[in-house]
């Protein structure tokens, strides 16, 4: 499934209007937003303020505008951007994330064209400054500085494409396209956006490379980021650096996971450790010399062989994060703190949750970004847990900063030596603390009532999962029409329609990658992306999923696939029509059937269900009662100012 970015003007409408109607903010509630903090949690990347040391990773989180807000308001203030590289039209297999336990994937760069992606970040710039200047959460003014950081990739040779080139520029620059993304917003939607949003959406770059891009080529990279686009750099290294065997011996043997395949050959054709110290030794004199910074990040994924059935079987390799990689990393860290006397800056990424992320801060490590764990129930919210302890941390320390905290604990690299001690033996790192899997039940999903538990909208990075409201619906006994051997129509018993609950999960395909996270975590059986109500932008849209049921909705119209069978409902004052194209049936405001009518070319024993229209007028009126991208479009905004 292709994703599909929405309009600026949808966004920001449904932004400022679920704030001012709900408080929750694309279904993220309030109580799950960062509440701010009694400490200066601020730090300096790159000779730029960031005011909070945390963030989402490159990767599901940040690859939509929505995705950036979402993000903002759990308190991330770092965004890394999801990688983008000259190959944009990949194509990812399906399902690609898999975080029953432990974190692994089969998707590994951008889903979207570079221009796409471009927009995609220009408008979550925009929708950061319009969320700063509403501040829905309260914040003091030293609590909303936010930085972009760019993940690009993967050789000399794309990264130096035109295409990618140009794309690095407007990165630098992007005033034209905020101009025009302005422009293309009505008045009143305008209004919600501050008068002196910055041009530059980045200055950094965090590099990514193949497994087995040898140590001259992320040099010349490198080097080309600085003289040829002035991009400050951090080089994400691989835990590959730590050697097959005690990686084999700390994950397999010490730490419990036997049930993970190495692959000796990413090791084998990987970077060495001296390897990596000489060439980051190069490059910090490349650095100096063109007046940049150079950073490091531990860690990318580690590379291993598929062997979980939640993957299609063509895919060989998956990517394992999570807990494990949480040791890997910080070893990693530790190590090279201790080889560079703390010189180099490190960022980090690798099983960060609530109960590791202070300590990660303490040590030096900034930024901090995330991904697995955001991939958990509470999505999102669960990231301002991570620095509710920060506060507490500075005190104990008698520290006022983060730099401050990092001084006083005993710097970077004695931090990280204690750290990594204690991390190697803590058993909730270990494969006996990590192999369970979310409870199931004994039922499947259908088009509408499960268990409404709410799992399923959470822990999608796109919020392509929401919630719809309907009424309690008591038995409705249904006639459906059926084509007799004459051609003419007769009407048959067909069972009920009803609905047990009062809350309807649905899922916006266009920002749905089928990823399958919500299946992981939905207590039933399916797959909420797969079996509930899927809601496509536009007929185009609508159209190139064809082997997909789902439902494209306007005001007065709602058309769809249910079971394959095309159907429409256009809705009038005073009468309601509904057919697949083949039989049309007139229904009055009271629900009773006013007329029938065959209308095309119709077989002996066609038939047109009437539950098919119960279900299709009920997701058409339960949509418009609440904000969702659906109804984005015709959302009322406010033009007075917003609150600040």
């Keep these: 499934m292709h994703l599909i970015p929405q309009p600026l003007s949808h966004l920001l409408a449904r932004l400022v209007h679920e704030s001012a109607q709900r408080g929750a903010?694309?279904?993220l509630p309030r109580h799950r937003m960062y509440p701010g903090s009694t400490a200066d949690l601020s730090v300096s990347l790159h000779g730029r303020r960031a005011a909070s040391p945390i963030g989402p990773a490159a990767g599901p989180h940040t690859q939509l505008a929505q995705n950036l807000i979402l993000a903002w308001l759990g308190g991330a203030r770092v965004m890394e951007l999801k990688t983008v590289q000259v190959n944009d039209t990949l194509n990812i297999p399906r399902p690609c994330i898999d975080v029953e336990n432990v974190g692994y994937n089969v998707e590994w760069s951008q889903e979207l064209r570079l221009h796409e992606s471009l927009a995609e970040y220009a408008k979550g710039w925009l929708l950061i400054h319009a969320i700063q200047k509403l501040n829905p959460q309260g914040l003091r003014k030293d609590e909303l500085d936010t930085l972009f950081d760019i993940s690009v990739g993967y050789s000399l040779d794309g990264i130096k494409s035109p295409q990618v080139a140009a794309w690095l520029d407007e990165m630098r620059d992007a005033s034209l396209l905020l101009d025009k993304?302005?422009?293309?917003?009505?008045?009143?939607?305008?209004?919600?956006l501050p008068d002196d949003i910055p041009a530059e959406l980045s200055g950094c770059v965090t590099l990514s490379t193949f497994h087995g891009c040898p140590p001259g080529e992320i040099e010349r990279i490198v080097e080309h980021l600085f003289s040829r686009h002035q991009y400050h750099v951090v080089v994400k290294l691989n835990p590959t650096l730590l050697g097959f065997?005690?990686?084999?011996?700390?994950?397999?043997?010490k730490l419990g996971y036997k049930d993970l395949r190495l692959s000796r050959q990413a090791f084998d054709s990987d970077l060495t450790w001296d390897d990596a110290l000489q060439l980051v030794s190069r490059l910090r004199t490349a650095a100096q010399r063109a007046g940049c910074r150079l950073g490091v990040k531990f860690s990318n994924t580690l590379v291993v062989k598929n062997h979980k059935p939640f993957f299609p079987a063509s895919e060989e390799l998956m990517y394992l994060s999570g807990q494990p990689l949480h040791v890997l990393a910080t070893l990693l860290a530790a190590r090279f703190a201790e080889a560079t006397a703390g010189q180099v800056p490190i960022s980090f990424s690798g099983g960060i949750d609530q109960k590791?992320?202070?300590?990660?801060?303490?040590?030096?490590?900034?930024?901090?970004?995330?991904?697995?764990?955001?991939?958990?129930?509470?999505?999102?919210?669960?990231?301002?847990?991570y620095l509710e302890s920060m506060p507490d941390k500075l005190a104990q320390a008698g520290a006022a900063t983060i730099a401050d905290l990092v001084e006083k604990s005993g710097g970077m690299v004695n931090c990280l030596t204690d750290y990594a001690a204690r991390v190697v033996a803590d058993p909730r790192y270990s494969a006996a603390k990590n192999s369970?899997?979310?409870r199931r039940v004994k039922s499947t999903l259908a088009l509408f009532d499960c268990l409404s538990c709410d799992k399923c909208i959470a822990v999608c990075p796109n919020d392509a999962n929401?919630?719809?409201?309907?009424?309690?619906?008591?038995?409705?006994?249904?006639?459906?029409?059926?084509?007799?051997?004459?051609?003419?129509?007769?009407?048959?018993?067909?069972?009920?329609?009803?609905?047990?609950?009062?809350?309807?999960?649905?899922?916006?395909?266009?920002?749905?990658?089928?990823?399958?996270?919500?299946?992981?975590?939905?207590?039933?059986?399916?797959?909420p992306y797969k079996l509930k109500p899927r809601f496509f932008s536009s007929l185009e849209s609508y159209a190139t999923a064809h082997h997909q049921d789902g439902f494209v909705v306007t005001p007065g119209r709602i058309v769809g696939r249910i079971d394959g069978v095309e159907h429409s409902v256009h809705i009038e004052p005073e009468?309601?029509?509904f057919g697949d194209g083949i039989i049309t049936v007139t229904i009055g405001p009271d629900g009773s059937i006013r007329d029938a009518q065959v209308i095309g070319s119709?077989?002996?024993?066609?038939?047109?269900?009437?539950?098919?229209?119960?279900?299709?007028?009920?997701?058409?009126?339960?949509?418009?009662?609440?904000?969702?991208?659906?109804?984005?479009?015709?959302?009322?905004?406010?033009?007075?100012?917003p609150a600040t």
Excluded at 181 to 192: D, F, I, K, T
């Design 436 to 438: 369970g899997s979310p």
């Design 466 to 527: 929401f919630a719809i409201s309907t009424p309690k619906i008591d038995p409705i006994p249904l006639l459906d029409w059926v084509v007799s051997g004459d051609g003419s129509l007769r009407s048959e018993r067909a069972g009920e329609f009803s609905l047990r609950e009062t809350v309807q999960i649905a899922n916006f395909a266009d920002a749905c990658n089928e990823c399958g996270n919500c299946d992981i975590f939905c207590p039933e059986w399916g797959g």
């Design 245 to 253: 065997a005690q990686v084999e011996e700390l994950l397999c043997q």
């Design 181 to 192: 993304l302005r422009a293309e917003l009505p008045r009143e939607l305008r209004a919600h």
């Design 25 to 27: 903010i694309y279904d």
């Design 575 to 577: 009468r309601t029509v």
């Design 356 to 385: 590791n992320c202070a300590e990660v801060v303490a040590c030096g490590l900034l930024p901090v970004t995330v991904c697995t764990d955001l991939l958990r129930p509470g999505g999102y919210g669960r990231m301002a847990r």
């Design 602 to 641: 119709a077989p002996a024993g066609h038939r047109l269900k009437l539950w098919n229209y119960h279900a299709m007028r009920t997701l058409y009126d339960g949509l418009w009662q609440q904000s969702n991208f659906v109804s984005a479009a015709t959302l009322p905004v406010c033009i007075s100012e």
